[in-house]
Structures are given as C-alpha cells and as structure tokens.
C-alpha cells in the first residue's frame, strides 16, 4: 500500500511511476497534531532567555558542546 496525495491519484503519478503498489490518497492529514503521535507527543514547554541565550524544556537548562564541524554550512550556502 502506497499512500499519495489525492492530486498525485487524479493525476495518474502512481501509473506513471510504474507502482506496482496499491495507491490511495491520504486523507485528514491536516488535522493531526503532535497529541496525535502514540510514540513522540512530548512537548516541553520552551524558554528562551533574549539576554543570555539560554535555552530551558520545562524548566531545565540544555547546554551542548560547540559543534567542531559544520556540514553544508555557510561555505555551500548558495542562495
């Protein structure tokens, strides 16, 4: 089973692409929310402090090392 949108179904891209697969459209997808997700529903409340940058999730401070290598980064920035 291969879901597309209702545009890609009406369109024929499934026959075209040669799926072999079933496809139906996907239906409802605007309306699904973070709450919605069985494994992955945590939304911490975020704070961000203007002056010193510090970043809180419920209250706790995340820090992290600085990165050493930044791929992609401003050096391949085309745009």
Same mark, same amino acid.
């Given at each position: ?20 697969? %079933? +496809?139906?459209? &996907?239906?409802? /997808?605007?309306?699904?929310? *973070? ?6 529903? @945590? ?12 970043? %809180? +999730?419920?209250? &706790?401070?995340? /820090?992290?090392?600085?990165? *050493? ?6 050096? @391949?920035?085309?745009?």
């Amino acid at each position: 089973l291969t879901f597309v949108s209702q545009a890609a179904l009406d369109a024929g891209v499934p026959a075209t692409l040669g799926l072999r697969r %079933r +496809a139906v459209a &996907v239906k409802g /997808t605007r309306s699904v929310t *973070k709450s919605d997700m069985v494994l992955n529903d @945590y939304a911490p409340l975020m704070e961000v402090d203007s002056q010193t940058y510090e970043v %809180r +999730a419920d209250g &706790v401070l995340l /820090t992290c090392e600085p990165a *050493k290598v930044l791929p992609l980064a401003q050096r @391949y920035y085309l745009f």
